[in-house]
Structure formats: C-alpha cells, structure tokens
C-alpha cells in the first residue's frame, strides 16, 4: 500500500475539514457544526453539514458523505493519490517513500513525462510556422477555435522522416528515451530510427493530471494508410486505461453532474467550443472496464454518444456488451443515438449546441436499449421463437457479475417478454376475430382517477391501492424496518407510478444512508422533490384508522402492519398474473405457462393462509384504534 493508513489518518488530523470545504462552500457555523448549501446538488435550503469533530461531511438532500479526501477526489474530480499528495503538502507532510524498485521506476516515468512534455511543446511550436499551414487550414475548415487550438495544445508533425529525433536529440534527449516514449520506431535491421509520427495534425493525450502519456495523429496526405494513428503501449500509456480529454473534463462533469463520451478527438473538440467542457473519447478502442471505472468515478450515468448509422449501432452494441458485467448499483450508462451521417461535431456546427444539448437530455437508458437491440428483429409468433428470444436475452444478463444488479434486470426484463407477449396475444386475438381489440381502459389510482402502470391494472383495486399506500407511510414512519424488509419492499410494484416512484426513492434513501431516522427520511425525500407525495399520504383518508403506521405506533405492531400490507400488494399482483393467463386461450399456453400457473396459485394458497395476528389488520392489540 502505497499509503500508510496512519500516515493518512495524520493528514485527517492536520488539515482542517471545514478549510478545505470552505474554499468552495460558503459555510455557517451552528453550534459544533458547519451547514451549507451542498455542492453536489442543487438545493435552496442547506442540507448540507461538516462536522469537524468527527472530520465528515453528510449532505441530508443527496446522501454525498466523506472526509476531506473524499471530498478532493468528489467534488474536485482529483484521483486519490493526488488528492493525498495535494493535502500532504498542504499538512506540511513528506509523502512515504517508496521501495527502491518503485524508485527506479518512478525515476524513469518521470523522464519520460519530460521527454513527452518537450515532444508536445516541439509539435505545438511548428503548427505556427510555415510547415503548419496545411494543418492550419484544416482546423479552420473545421472551425476549432484558436483557445480550443491553444488549450488541447494542438501541434504538427512534419513530413520529414527525422524532424523530432532531430529536434530532441539536440535538446539532451537520447534514442532510446524516444523509442520507449513511443515517439521513434527502431526498425528490426538496425537501422537507423524515424519519427513514428509525420506529416500529422497531432493531439496530445495526457492523464488524469494533465501530463502527456502519448499523442495521436490525423494524417494531413489524404493519401495516408491510417487516418488517425495513436502512440503504441508504452510504460506511460495503455490505452485502455486512458481517456483523451479526462484531464479537462473532470472538473467539467463535477459541475455538470455528467460526462459524455464521444468517438473522436474533433468531436471532443467541437463540443468544447460549443460548451460542454464535460466530453472524453476512448482511444481507437471499444471502452474497456478501466475506463468504465474512470467514467463512474465522474457520475453515475455517463451518457455514451454514437452515431445513429449501422457502424455507430454496432458500437453501442459492443458498449452495451462490454458493461453488462462491470455494472455497479447505482452504476450504469445511457446512450444517445445521432442523427445518421452525422458525429457530434457535424450536428453542432449545422444545428447548433442546443440540438446536442436536446440528444443528450433524451438519451435512452442501457436496459431500453438492450432491450431494442433484442427484440427489435425477433420473431415472436410462436412460443418456440418467444423462448428462443427470452433464453437469448436472459443469458447476456447472466454476465451481469453483480448479484443485486442482476436481479432486478431479470425482473424488469421478465416483466417486459410478459408485457410484450399479452400484446401480442391481444393483437392476434384481434387480427383473428376471436377477442375483439385490446381493452385499452385504466384503472383508477390513488389520487383522483389516474391510471396505473401498463400490466398492473388488477393492483388498483381498493384494498391493494389501500395497502400500497400503507406500506410507504409505514416506512416513512418507521425506516428502521427496511434493515429487515429492504428485499421484501424492493420486489414489491404498486399500480400507481408516483408511489411506485416514491417507494424507489425511499429505497434508495436506505441503501445510501443505513439508519436514517424519520426526520432526515423525510427531510431527504423532500429535497429530491417528494414533499407534496408525502404530504398526501400522511394526509390520506383511507389510511386514518390505520394506527400502525403512524408514528407513535409500537415498532413490532408497525411491522405486523407492514407485512400484512405487502402480503396484500403481493396477493394483487398475483392474482392479476394468474388472470392474464387464464385468459389465454389453451392453444397458445405453453408448458412453461402452465407450470408459472401452478406456482402462482400454489404461492396464492400460501399467502392466504396468513397467522390470526395478521388476519386482524387494523385492529389495535391491547389498545383502541383511534
């Protein structure tokens, strides 16, 4: 380890929490504490409290939490290492040596970032003299600003086959430095070594410090063989774990709440000079697991940008595989598809960046456009083919290494082959005279009429709409119960899709906060903009002699309500399920229709055999319901 956790601990102890949150959080001081409005959401009320005795933070709105290094890496957008050296430095601290070995390596990384460094600055230099003009031209045809030309610090390679080894073997550098930056090819006869990069406009690539690890090249000949060509693996560069562009970027996403991720080096440009700072692309490679990593580090969504033609589809196909298995709760991407023939940098210059900005605020979700890519051209006429389609795509979850985040895509997908295939039992009922057309009426919901989710009409009924709504007053009440029925909760889906929506949020509140209280519950929910759902709820007539979920309730009598509830919703759903089937004509059953019927009844049987405790409902034990 490269830090010691006592070395670390001694940096928490000699660098004031609130000085370093405070240069960029206007702070209040209340009693022992420090609030704030916080800086990793957008809030009008300080939700946001530093506790320097304890050395956290906790925003009580979003859940953001940590201690001062937390804070560097979040908010800042600084890798751990660099915050600690920034804090270190600041403490006064002399960081840990390293072994000998680590030395030496460092030693030799660190001259190779010079070499870099001086490679960088010699290409910038010729794109302003005569040998850059062709170059020049070309970032005027394409219309890169000249801060754009400065700040990615665009340069030239010329045509002659030497120039750089020329250039740095005069300024100390030697051929062997250049062939392991990558910069000279050594040919295998011995001969002597040429520049790997000529005639090119050139883009250096730097880390997440802003250090120059490699370079790529768009040819100038239109003649060349490779359009782009990129520096080779090198000690400083693996190209799978480097974005172009992170360095910038970083800060960007903070700020934004998100990055977008596009294919090449003059889209990443173009969408700078239009304002979104917050853009990277990988480096001739589909991502890789690494840079998911450095992506999700940023935010939790990053929005992948590809172009809507047959090539930009494979690739978002390959993206979508190569995530399946990394995917992380709270940790996944969205996709916006182009208009095809067009990259980001055609749109932005022929449409405007208000025509990216409307792409990227509708990207579509990676479950949705799985699921397109795997239904899209199936043929579903026959239960054969339904099962051959639900076994395809139910085997690419299968990747899904998380066990959380597996679960419930086979349930959102599974819900989604039962939605698809009663439409198309509805159609084909239609089509051939034997049923009429689908029913397209709702069921009323909880506040005034509205309907329900598609799929889920039977959970309308009173008593189950009844029991959804006590289920979440219940939890509001009392969140300690999720330690216990997280699991139970989270599987349960109501009719109506803001309480659907407030039961996610309450979830979420839990998995990223254990042990909120009803307070800060509340207080969280409202921040996310949940105040005037709960406000109904506690104000619900159906609910008012249910005294168990109220606050003053005993935790053991909360908790027999709350699971009579769930066992009320649960009953709904399956009993919906099982009618939707035995509508099915008996033609159009399979075996595996007939055996989900089995279990749907058998689990029926199960839940309706409930203790007496439970049967009692609403009645208070010991005590009169008020």
């Not at 906790?58 to 660099?82: K, M, N, R």
């Not at 840079?291 to 999700?296: E, I």
């Not at 939605?419 to 005279?433: E, I, N």
């Not at 099915?584 to 075996?591: F, G, K, R, W």
Request: charged letters at 25%; proline letters at 6%.
């Amino acid at each position: 380890m490269r830090f010691p956790p006592r070395f670390l601990d001694e940096i928490r102890e000699r660098v004031p929490l609130a000085d370093v949150i405070g240069r960029s959080v206007k702070l209040v001081r209340a009693g022992r504490e420090y609030k704030g409005l916080c800086p990793f959401h957008n809030e009008k009320t300080p939700s946001f409290h530093v506790i320097p005795e304890k050395g956290f933070y906790h925003c009580f709105g979003c859940g953001a939490s940590g201690d001062v290094i937390t804070f560097l890496t979040d908010h800042e957008g600084l890798s751990f290492p660099e915050a600690v050296e920034r804090l270190a430095a600041e403490a006064g601290l002399d960081l840990p040596k390293p072994d000998p070995e680590t030395e030496r390596r460092e030693a030799r990384a660190a001259s190779l970032h010079d070499v870099m460094e001086t490679a960088a600055r010699w290409y910038q230099a010729q794109l302003t003299g005569p040998g850059g003009r062709e170059a020049r031209a070309y970032l005027d045809r394409r219309g890169v600003s000249a801060a754009s030309v400065e700040g990615f610090r665009l340069g030239v390679a010329p045509a002659q086959r030497t120039a750089l080894k020329e250039a740095l073997s005069a300024r100390g550098v030697s051929e062997g430095q250049m062939v392991e930056a990558g910069l000279l090819i050594r040919p295998e006869d011995g001969g002597a070594g040429y520049d790997r990069f000529r005639n090119r406009l050139m883009f250096p690539i730097a880390d997440g410090r802003g250090r120059v690890i490699a370079f790529g090249g768009r040819a100038l000949d239109g003649h060349a063989k490779a359009k782009y060509l990129n520096s080779p693996e090198t000690p400083l560069f693996h190209k799978g774990h480097a974005l172009y562009n992170l360095d910038k970027a970083r800060r960007a996403a903070h700020d934004a709440r998100e990055i977008v991720v596009v294919e090449g080096y003059m889209d990443v440009i173009a969408l700078a000079d239009a304002g979104i700072a917050q853009a990277v692309a990988p480096l001739g490679t589909a991502l890789t697991p690494e840079q998911l990593t450095l992506l999700w580090r940023l935010v939790p969504e990053p929005v992948l940008c590809f172009d809507g033609d047959s090539a930009g589809l494979r690739a978002a196909h390959r993206a979508i595989e190569r995530a399946l298995p990394v995917l992380k709760p709270g940790a996944s991407l969205s996709f916006a598809l182009l208009p095809e023939g067009q990259d980001p940098d055609d749109l932005v210059r022929r449409s405007g960046p208000e025509a990216m900005r409307r792409l990227l605020d509708r990207a579509t979700p990676l479950v949705d456009l799985l699921w397109r890519f795997e239904t899209a051209e199936a043929r579903l006429d026959t239960p054969e083919r339904r099962a051959g389609a639900e076994r395809q795509l139910f085997a690419k979850l299968a990747e899904i290494e998380d066990e959380k985040v597996r679960h419930f895509y086979h349930k959102e997908i599974g819900a989604r082959f039962r939605r698809l295939f009663r439409d198309l039992q509805w159609r084909q009922r239609g089509a051939g005279g034997r049923g009429g057309g689908r029913d397209n009426g709702r069921a009323g919901g909880w506040r005034s009429g509205t309907g329900g989710a598609p799929g889920h009409r039977a959970l309308a009924l009173p008593e189950a709409d009844r029991a959804a709504q006590m289920v979440l007053l219940t939890l509001l009440n009392h969140p300690a119960l999720l330690a216990h029925h997280d699991e139970q909760v989270a599987a349960l889906r109501f009719a109506d899709a803001e309480l659907n929506g407030l039961k996610n949020a309450v979830l979420d509140a839990w998995t990223r906060l254990p042990h909120l209280d009803r307070t800060h519950l509340r207080a969280h929910l409202s921040s996310d903009g949940w105040a005037e759902t709960v406000a109904r709820l506690d104000d619900a007539p159906a609910l008012a002699p249910v005294w168990q979920a109220r606050p003053d309730a005993a935790l053991a009598d909360a908790e027999l309500g709350l699971t009579h509830a769930m066992t009320l919703v649960r009953s709904a759903a399956l009993r919906a399920e099982l009618d939707a089937l035995s509508r099915t004509p008996l033609d159009d059953l399979t075996s595996t229709d007939m055996e989900r019927m089995r279990i749907l009844q058998t689990e029926l049987a199960s839940l309706s055999e409930s203790p007496p405790e439970l049967r009692s409902f609403g009645v208070a034990s010991g005590r009169e319901s008020s």
